[in-house]
């Protein structure tokens, strides 16, 4: 069960995962040396086995929110940096043998990026939120690369607390960008949103809501495109617990655009009577061949992975990364074939895992052949403790980006 505004993971924000000791937001810390003992994480995938590459880190609080990647040669991380009290843009681009900083607007208020698809090498969109959460005052953030420099791009801004978690393009001229906005003011997200880029500007595209008024209420946080006529958004929403008359469950939500409108696509919840699910992020590999990864908030589970083959959702085994882990959400996806996907994610439980010890978290990697996911050995940063994937990207079988903090 999910209590009011208890632990809800939102790709957006990082992982905020509340209930056990445990709140991780993002990683900050010293970068003088080589090897800083916090900051931004960047691993690499040869094909063979996972290396960390170091980026810039400004200040030395960086961390990184999103990845996407065109080629080998060619990808970008988006995230940001403190210097006081202010937060600033971090943008940087892999040219193929290193990581280069390069110039983003940065918001006057506090903001976040949480997603970023990457069209070609001079189109590029990224998207998150920027305002005064703890006020639930918060906006869309949507910044676009043109080849030569990024902007903010002016868009619908639903009531006053809104937000996007996710975004994926058909072409330059048709992009989707799927979020959560406040039906009514102050309060927190529990409308789904999702936004159209037509080439010229963003709309606003009405889209089935159906969890309760309450937070969590309904919200997207993934979105995938097989055509111009299907396209598949995937989050979570609310209903009353069946055991408590002050608390809430959360379902999984996947929603399906047929080229004309958005409706509601029924989905599976492992153990729905006893706990809560939440889909992060979905990704389309074929017309019927659909993956939607997420997370069970029920005590020591794997991830949540679920897969659409033409006919109902199911789920799917995924591989725990520890198994006394509290939870092991994972948050996003990089397909590059039927017999190869990879997604990221985070679990939070004991350090080490079989010690009983204090809860922190750990950067999850997880890997799709064919037959079964297993749990791909990451590189763990020199004495980190405390670390997350927040994004994964996939340009070649030898070419694979998890970022996220450290």
Not at 49 to 68: E, K, Y
Not at 146 to 170: C, D, K, Q, R
Request: with cysteine; proline share 7%; charged share 10%.
């Amino acid at each position: 069960m999910i209590a009011s505004r208890t632990a809800h993971v939102l790709r957006l924000a990082g992982l905020a995962l509340i209930g056990s000791v445990v709140v991780c937001a993002v990683g900050a810390g010293s970068s003088s040396s080589a090897y800083p003992t916090s900051g931004p994480l960047i691993e690499f995938w040869d094909g063979t086995s996972w290396t960390q590459q170091l980026g810039p880190n400004p200040n030395g609080t960086g961390r990184f929110s999103a990845v996407s990647a065109l080629s080998a040669t060619d990808a970008w991380a988006i995230g940001a940096y403190s210097t006081g009290d202010v937060e600033n843009a971090l943008a940087t681009h892999w040219d193929g043998s290193s990581w280069q900083l390069v110039a983003m607007p940065t918001p006057a208020d506090k903001f976040d990026f949480s997603d970023m698809a990457a069209i070609s090498a001079t189109d590029v969109w990224a998207v998150g939120w920027h305002g005064r959460r703890q006020f639930k005052s918060e906006h869309p953030l949507i910044e676009h690369w043109n080849g030569s420099a990024w902007t903010i791009v002016p868009h619908p801004s639903p009531g006053e607390n809104s937000l996007l978690n996710g975004v994926a393009a058909v072409s330059p001229r048709n992009v989707w960008a799927v979020g959560a906005y406040s039906a009514a003011p102050h309060r927190y997200n529990d409308r789904t949103l999702i936004l159209h880029w037509n080439g010229t500007s963003w709309k606003r595209i009405p889209s089935p809501h159906p969890g309760t008024s309450a937070f969590p209420g309904s919200q997207l946080s993934g979105v995938a495109v097989v055509s111009a006529k299907s396209i598949w958004a995937v989050g979570s929403y609310s209903r009353r617990a069946q055991s408590s008359n002050s608390g809430w469950w959360t379902l999984t939500l996947v929603l399906h655009w047929n080229g004309k409108k958005w409706r509601q696509v029924r989905s599976t919840n492992p153990d729905a009577d006893r706990g809560s699910n939440a889909l992060y992020d979905v990704a389309a590999v074929g017309r019927n061949n659909v993956w939607a990864v997420g997370g069970s908030y029920t005590y020591q589970t794997p991830p949540l992975v679920e897969h659409w083959n033409g006919h109902p959702w199911h789920a799917v085994p995924a591989a725990s990364g520890c198994p006394h882990s509290y939870w092991q959400p994972l948050t996003d996806l990089a397909p590059l074939a039927r017999n190869d996907i990879w997604a990221a994610g985070t679990g939070v439980g004991p350090y080490p895992c079989d010690s009983g010890g204090l809860a922190t978290s750990e950067a999850l990697a997880e890997h799709w052949d064919g037959n079964a996911w297993s749990v791909s050995p990451i590189v763990n940063p020199p004495l980190s403790v405390d670390d997350a994937f927040l994004g994964i990207a996939a340009a070649a079988p030898h070419a694979v980006w998890a970022v996220g903090y450290y």
